[in-house]
């Protein structure tokens, strides 16, 4: 995915797209949380970091429109810091993994799934 050889239009159908596989990795990991499926969890986490990370890049100048806020784009410190506090949130997952920690593990996953609603409150029309 090379953002600057993108149109707008691919742009926004790129991001909605990962948004879209957020919420199935979100989805999918909830009930493994509870049984402690420690492995299938961690596959599931990489990938969710990596489309997290990957949708930061998708808010170039030009490519408003979809159901992202013009805020986005009028406000970017504060999209970032959003952005980034959910990509924390997942990091956060990977170190209750790498423990074995499953108190821990229920905790960052409701840490990390209380940030939907922040973001789309303030930052999704
Ligand atoms: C940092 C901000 C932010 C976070 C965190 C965030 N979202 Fe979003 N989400 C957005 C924005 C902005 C859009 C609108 C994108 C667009 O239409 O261009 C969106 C769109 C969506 C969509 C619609 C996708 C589509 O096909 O149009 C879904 C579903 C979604 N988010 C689910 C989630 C879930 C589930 C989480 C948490 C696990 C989450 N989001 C976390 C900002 C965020």
């Not at 890049?57 to 810091?81: C, V």
């Not at 905790?107 to 029309?125: L, Q, R, T």
Request: negative net charge; proline residues 2%; contains cysteine.
């Amino acid at each position: 995915m090379i953002v600057a050889d993108m149109t707008s239009n691919e742009i926004i159908k790129q991001r909605q797209g990962n948004m879209s596989k957020i919420k199935a990795f979100s989805t999918k990991m909830y009930p493994l949380t509870m049984s402690g499926e420690f492995d299938e969890i961690n596959k599931i986490n990489n990938d969710l970091l990596h489309v997290a990370k990957e949708f930061k890049l998708l808010f170039p100048e030009g490519s408003q429109g979809g159901k992202a806020s013009s805020l986005i784009w009028e406000d970017r410190e504060t999209f970032n810091l959003y952005i980034d506090n959910f990509i924390n949130s997942i990091e956060s997952i990977g170190i209750s993994i790498e423990n074995v920690d499953r108190v821990s593990l229920i905790e960052n996953f409701n840490i990390m799934a209380s940030n939907c609603g922040n973001c789309h409150k303030k930052f999704k029309n």
